[in-house]
C-alpha cells in the first residue's frame, strides 16, 4: 500500500497552529507565489479563504461552462462527431503525452471561429503563464518539425479538443486540450472545476539553433528545482536524493492511477526559511499555471492536508546539462519533473491529485448525495472491485 505523510492532528498542534498558518502565508507571498486577490486571500485567515475559495469555485465553473457551450455551438455535425463524447466513455480516461494518433476534434480541422472558441475555452482554465505555456508547446512542435524535417509527424495543429459529456454547473461533466508534450483534463460537477491529470512537456527544453535559440519554455520548472536542491545542506541533500541516477521519465507514466510506493526526500517543515521561500517559488510555478480562481482550489487543498507534509526528492545529477529528476510529493498532490531524454534537454513535467484525478473524489461525493435518478447509488458502489466500479461507470477511491 502506498503511504502518505499523516496531517498533525488540528487538536494536538494547540494555539500555535494559527501562527504557523499566518508565518507560512507571510513565506508563500515572500516567495512571489500568487498575485492580486489571490494574495489577499491566503492572508484573510482560514475561513475567510474558505469562503472566498468557495465563491472563486463557482465563478470558475460558471466562465467554463458558457466557453464550453460556446465552442459546441461553433461545431457542425462532422465536427460534433469528432469532439463530443458521453461523459462515462473510456475516451474520458485514454491520455497521453507522446505524440500518437487521437480521435478527438484537432486544431487543424476547425475553421476560424471554431478555433477561436476552442481556445477561449482554453484561456478560461489558465493564467496568462499558463496559456503561454500551452501554445508554446504547439510553438516547440514546429520547430522539431524543422529539426526533424517531418511536419507530418510534427504538426502543431495536431492539438485536439474532447467534451465529455453536457456542459452544467451542477451536473458532471468534462474536457480535455492534448496533443504531444500536453494533455490538460477537466472534469466538473456541483460548481467545482478539477483540473488533473495536467501535463506539460518542453522538446527541446532549450532551442540551440535558429531564430528561437536560447528559447526555454519551461526554465523555471527546472531552474527553481536545481536551486532548491543547492540550497540544501549535506545532510538534507542525503534525504533529498533518491538515486544518483535519473529515471527514463516521469515515473507515473500516464497511468490512470498515480501511486507511489512510500513518500521520500525533505519534508517542507523541514527545510529553513530560505529553503521554504525556494520551494514556494518551485510550486508556485506550477500553481500559477492555472486561472487564479482554480489556483485557489489547489492552494486551498495543500493548505487543508499541511504544506509542512510536502516533500521534495531529486534524482540524478545537479549540474546543469546533465539527466535530474524531482518530485513534490504530499498527502494528495505529486508533481513530476523529469529531464534526461535528448541529453537531458526534453522535459516532461506533470501534476496529479492522489484522490481526485479525472475529479474521482467530485464525482463520489455527487452521485453520494445525487439520489438514485442518477443510476450510481452509494449502495450501488458497496462490494464491488476498482475494476467493476470503473466498468459500471461509479466513481471510486483507489
Known sequence: MPTHPRTPDPAATGRHDDGRRRLRRRRFLGAGVGVGALAFLLMAGPVAYSAATEMAATRAAERVVAAAEAFIATLGEEEREAALRDFDHDDRYSWYFTPVARNGLPLRDMSFEQRTAALALLQVVTSGQGFQKATGVMRLEEILAQIENNPVRRDPENYHFWIFGTPSIDEPWGW??????????????????????????????????????????????????????????????????????????????????????????????????????LFLLLLGEYVDNLDPDLARQRLRQIEETGFENLHFAWAGSIEPGQPHYYRIHGPVTLI????????????????????????????????ETAGPEHGHSHDEAEGLSHDEMHARGIPHRH
Do not use: C, K
Open 336 to 367: 513530476e519533473y523529469d529531464n534526461v531524454q535528448n541529453n537531458a534537454n526534453h522535459i516532461h513535467t506533470v501534476w496529479r491529485d492522489l484522490e481526485n484525478d479525472f475529479g474521482e473524489d467530485l464525482l463520489r461525493r455527487h452521485y
Open 176 to 277: 480535455r486540450f492534448e496533443g504531444h508534450h500536453i494533455s490538460l483534463n477537466f472534469t466538473a460537477a456541483d460548481g467545482v472545476v478539477v483540473s488533473n491529470p495536467s501535463f506539460i512537456g518542453a522538446n527541446p527544453a532549450q532551442v540551440r539553433d535558429g531564430p528561437h535559440a536560447g528559447w526555454r519554455l519551461l526554465e523555471h520548472e527546472e531552474d527553481r528545482g536545481r536551486a532548491l536542491m543547492r540550497a540544501l545542506d549535506a545532510e538534507q541533500r542525503a534525504v533529498a536524493l533518491i538515486s544518483e541516477t535519473a529515471p527514463r521519465d516521469i515515473i507515473t507514466g500516464n497511468d490512470r492511477h498515480a501511486l507511489l510506493e512510500r513518500v521520500e526526500g525533505v519534508a517542507f517543515g523541514e527545510m529553513t526559511e530560505e529553503q521554504q521561500h
